[in-house]
């Protein structure tokens, strides 16, 4: 299941509310007959008539109420999200440092998007950020930071305005980012392991002949969205040392992904080389707020990240590996230069 049951996915999402409000207006015409049929209320059925037609469009409460049940047009954004992080790295000893907190906000587009001016804007403040364009999606970088406290004082909790045009409409969707009380929310530090054979195994010794398990610790604050549109995750990725991911759970809104209830991932022996490094992540972004907005989705999210390297035993495979190791993503700086 991709998204919550009760979504209709439309890449003509025009189509269906055009035929809604047909019906609709049919049903406005029926009645209007029935009641004519008889001479004391002729003069009435109008009204009732258009009362009937009234009660088909939806109200401001409607939309807040039921985003789940809105019609999804992702022709051209598949989703938008802002995050506001704690990463860590983690030795071969299960040993955790700190890296950094940090905020970003992406823009999923598909291929050949161009959006107008997008922007986000914290709505106490009224400064919009633009966004950066990059290959599959547009970008703010927020910064990263120290501690908790240091974050919330450059992105206090609150609410946040994403503003972007699509080709034929405009998104303006505001959400707010506050865990209980108003403080900030993210998850635990998550702690990884790697298992064989139902054991476990040194992350720096995985045998590549056979089916690796990958487990992490406990999702501290997991939970199903409150409105249904998309639920706590859990993001797994592993790559080789050229960056060619072999694992990776998905993204929300587009296709499967993982929920915050999964234990465990399973990687293959056929994916795995002999004697090479991998780099690996796992990142769990609890949903604070979410909506649909013009039919594209978008949540905001506290979340954590804990990244490793590890290794598989056998034939050296790692000569032709790159001297410089890549960031897996904009979290790990210390792969990474940071102003």
């Avoid at 409460?61 to 860590?88: A, L, R």
């Avoid at 305005?161 to 303006?172: A, E, H, I, Y």
């Avoid at 915050?260 to 991932?265: A, C, I, Q, R």
């Avoid at 002999?274 to 972004?285: A, D, L, M, R, W």
Wanted: hydrophobic share 35%; proline share 5%; glycine share 6%.
């Amino acid at each position: 299941m991709t998204i919550n049951e009760n979504y209709q996915i439309s890449n003509k999402a025009k189509t269906p509310l055009f035929l809604a409000t047909i019906l609709c207006y049919d049903r406005a015409i029926k009645i209007y007959r029935e009641i004519t049929m008889y001479k004391a209320f002729r003069n009435t059925g109008s009204l009732v008539a258009t009362l009937a037609l009234m009660s088909c469009a939806p109200t401001a409460t409607d939309n807040t109420d039921s985003d789940q049940d809105q019609i999804i047009d992702q022709d051209e954004v598949s989703f938008f999200v802002m995050v506001k992080s704690s990463n860590y790295s983690q030795d071969a000893n299960d040993n955790l440092t700190f890296l950094n907190n940090h905020m970003f906000s992406e823009i999923f587009i598909n291929e050949g998007v161009e959006l107008k001016n997008p922007t986000l804007t914290r709505d106490a403040n009224n400064i919009p950020m633009p966004y950066e364009k990059r290959d599959h999606d547009y970008y703010v970088e927020g910064g990263h930071f120290d501690n908790v406290a240091e974050l919330d004082a450059a992105y206090p909790n609150g609410d946040y305005t994403f503003n972007f045009g699509l080709s034929d409409r405009t998104v303006s969707s505001t959400m707010n980012i506050a865990g209980p009380d108003g403080k900030t929310d993210i998850p635990a530090p998550i702690t990884i392991t790697f298992h064989q054979d139902g054991e476990k195994v040194p992350s720096s010794n995985i045998d590549p002949a056979k089916q690796l398990t990958i487990r992490w610790t406990e999702y501290s604050n997991g939970r199903n969205d409150p409105k249904g549109i998309v639920d706590d995750m859990i993001f797994v990725v592993m790559a080789d040392c050229y960056g060619e991911r072999i694992t990776h759970t998905g993204l929300p809104f587009q296709g499967e992904y993982t929920k915050f209830d999964k234990e465990e991932v399973i990687v293959e022996a056929e994916f795995l080389k002999t004697g090479h490094p991998y780099s690996i992540f796992v990142e769990f972004p609890h949903v604070v707020d979410s909506s649909i907005t013009n039919g594209v989705p978008g949540f905001t999210s506290y979340a954590t990240a804990t990244y490793m390297e590890v290794s598989t035993s056998g034939l050296d495979t790692s000569a032709a590996c790159p001297i410089e190791k890549v960031p897996m993503d904009t979290g790990q700086t210390d792969r990474m230069e940071v102003e």
